[in-house]
């Protein structure tokens, strides 16, 4: 029995963890309290006095412990409110990633479904590029993962100096690939950055360089922000 995710996928779930991470922390700054209410066929989902548009990315069944992706819901495919997981499955295609391009995964198999069922949330925010994403139950068995598809939610910018915090927690999150995480963060933020042995550099365009240095075991080791001369 399966009680992994394979590798391409840890190494695609590695490459949105640092971002991702502090993407979340800004959409659960951003989102109120209050209950929650959606309205599928107009792509809105209400949380507190705030209303935003929104995409299903999947939904996770405690009781049979499996992941649907959206576009594979006999009830939302080929709907709008659906379309954004179908980029999820077009990228898992093209990368030969299964558990993005399946329209379900068990999860039956590992210790704790439910964190995996998160990893698969994360991982389809990343691929889609949304800023975030939020899981609610929908019943007594069942959670529903939405993307935020909407321009007000706040981006999480790049810190010089959080940066080496956001790097670390990224790396701490899953733990596979910490090379993945960093040239995944400065990917995502368009920032050119070169392999110097066992020490990454960024350039971040303004005077200012990041060193990152791995350990033989490829953890990162240091982070440093420069100001070049």
Same mark, same amino acid.
């Given at each position: ?5 394979s590798?391409?996928f ?23 309290e ?34 649907m ?23 898992g ?30 991982t389809?925010m990343?691929v ?6 939020i ?8 959670? &529903? ?48 950055h070169? &392999?110097?042995g ?24 240091g982070?440093q ?5």
């Amino acid at each position: 029995m399966v009680n992994r995710f394979s590798d391409a996928f840890l190494l695609e779930a590695e490459r949105h963890a640092a971002w991702g991470a502090a993407q979340l922390e800004a959409l659960s700054t951003f989102l109120p309290e209050g209950p929650w209410t959606a309205d599928l066929p107009s792509c809105l989902y209400q949380q507190g006095d705030l209303e935003l548009r929104v995409a299903v990315l999947g939904t996770y069944d405690m009781e049979q412990r499996t992941w649907m992706w959206g576009w594979a819901n006999p009830g939302l495919r080929g709907t709008e409110v659906a379309a954004l997981s179908g980029a999820v499955r077009r990228y898992g295609r093209v990368h030969r990633i299964t558990e993005l391009a399946e329209g379900t995964v068990s999860l039956a198999g590992f210790d704790d479904p439910r964190r995996a069922a998160e990893m698969l949330a994360f991982t389809g925010m990343g691929v889609a590029e949304a800023p975030g994403y939020i899981g609610v139950p929908a019943g007594p068995a069942t959670r &529903v993962y939405f993307l935020p598809d909407d321009a007000r939610v706040p981006r999480a910018g790049l810190d010089p100096v959080s940066l080496p915090r956001t790097l670390l927690t990224g790396a701490g999150l899953i733990g596979y690939s910490a090379r993945h995480v960093v040239g995944g963060y400065f990917d995502h933020h368009d920032v050119a950055h070169r &392999v110097e042995g066992d020490r990454l550099v960024a350039d971040l365009g303004d005077g200012t360089a990041v060193e990152v240095d791995f350990d033989e075991v490829g953890r990162i080791a240091g982070v440093q922000v420069k100001v070049l001369p």
